[in-house]
């Protein structure tokens, strides 16, 4: 099977995780601090914060933003899950803003007339969580305009987008943003095994999401509340959790890191040869960009019964393609609380239409032919 996407490891990630669990910290030791660094150097940006997956990376921001119940949160309805759950776990009610017909980004005229409508209503939210959909940046100047005037926060969720880059600058940078979460899971631009991160300039709220990513505990006599009572004293003075990374998984991330410009160069050729070889299909392809991280190279079918057939076909010439994603208000979950089809038309009409083909940093050129010529005998059937 040809996996729609795959982790690349070498000898110089496995020598790296190795040397790390041959010394003496394996968590809470010197690495996970450098990997912050040297991400944060890679995207331009004050600090890092890493985390034990990307899902609590959005919990935290959430939290450090103080997010709370009452308040409202709006995402995108093509996303995984976790982009609308974190504002759930603070007590949020979350909300959508459908989605762009050419960038499958969060629709800024969608949201200029959302925003419209709340104000009227009383109902604007209190953070906004774009989503740079399959690792193209959304356009986050327009978005942060939109939204100053009524002093709404900014997450960016660049879960796909690592390695991406967005007027000049790393996605990541927080230019127009609060913060920005990347998850390091396999499928992602690199990885650690599980593994999330936060990236802010704001070197506050980075205080804050350490000490919610430790239960809240400091350990640091400047900042205690009481009066120390000896060297063991440490103080839980907010409830946090247990989100730590261990120093084997910062060693990958970091020895991945130096590996993560030759992914994405990767990833963009092969979008570009997808592109070239698919130019006479009528299907339509996803927009050229010399910017994405290309997380995922998704092709939209003419209909919901050509994208089964497709799906089926290439399924059982064990090419692994697949759909991202279901909209996340058509899940059980959500249309118990309220939403239901027809919510989001142009996020539904993307979904019943949309393929996800094998994309990764070493996927062959022959097996890419193998894909095509068989995608090309699916579409005409
Ligand atoms: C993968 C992903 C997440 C969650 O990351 P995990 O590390 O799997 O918890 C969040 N948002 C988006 C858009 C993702 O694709």
């Not at 935290?60 to 504002?87: E, H, Q, R, Y």
């Not at 759930?88 to 949201?111: H, K, P």
């Not at 709220?205 to 509340?225: A, P, Q, V």
Request: glycine residues 6%; contains cysteine.
């Amino acid at each position: 099977m040809i996996p729609y996407s795959r982790q690349s490891i070498n000898a110089d990630d496995i020598a790296a995780v190795v040397a790390a669990l041959n010394s003496d910290f394996i968590t809470q030791g010197a690495l996970v601090p450098a990997f912050e660094r040297a991400i944060a150097d890679y995207c331009k940006v004050a600090d890092a914060v890493a985390v034990a997956n990307g899902t609590a990376a959005l919990h935290l921001a959430c939290l450090a933003l103080k997010i709370t119940t009452g308040d409202i949160v709006w995402t995108s309805p093509i996303s995984f899950v976790a982009s609308a759950n974190c504002a759930r776990y603070c007590g949020a009610a979350v909300d959508f803003v459908d989605i762009d017909e050419e960038t499958q980004n969060m629709s800024l005229l969608e949201l200029q007339k959302k925003l419209n409508s709340a104000k009227k209503q009383n109902t604007l939210p209190v953070a906004i969580i774009p989503v740079h959909f399959a690792g193209r940046s959304c356009a986050m100047q327009e978005i942060k305009n939109l939204i100053q005037p009524y002093g709404i926060k900014l997450i960016e969720d660049a879960a796909h987008a690592l390695g991406g880059q967005y007027q000049g600058l790393p996605i990541g940078c927080c230019q127009h943003s609060d913060c920005c979460i990347f998850s390091l899971h396999p499928l992602k631009s690199i990885t650690t095994g599980e593994g999330g991160l936060i990236l802010t300039n704001d070197l506050e709220l980075s205080k804050t999401l350490r000490l919610l990513r430790n239960h809240g505990i400091t350990r640091n006599n400047s900042e205690f509340e009481y009066d120390s009572a000896g060297g063991w004293y440490y103080e839980q003075q907010q409830l946090g959790f247990n989100y730590r990374i261990t120093e084997i998984q910062a060693a990958l991330g970091l020895s991945q890191l130096t590996r993560l410009n030759e992914f994405i160069a990767k990833r963009r050729n092969l979008a570009m040869r997808y592109d070239a070889l698919l130019a006479h299909l009528p299907i339509k392809k996803p927009l050229p960009s010399e910017n994405s991280a290309w997380h995922l190279y998704i092709i939209e079918l003419k209909n919901a019964a050509k994208r089964q057939q497709v799906y089926s076909a290439l399924r059982q010439a064990k090419i692994g393609v697949n759909v991202h994603y279901i909209p996340v208000h058509l899940q059980p979950d959500y249309q118990r609380l309220g939403f239901k089809l027809g919510d989001f038309p142009q996020a539904e009409s993307y979904y019943g239409n949309a393929l996800s083909l094998p994309l990764f940093p070493d996927l062959t050129e022959s097996e890419q032919f193998y894909v095509v010529s068989e995608l090309q005998r699916a579409a005409v059937l």
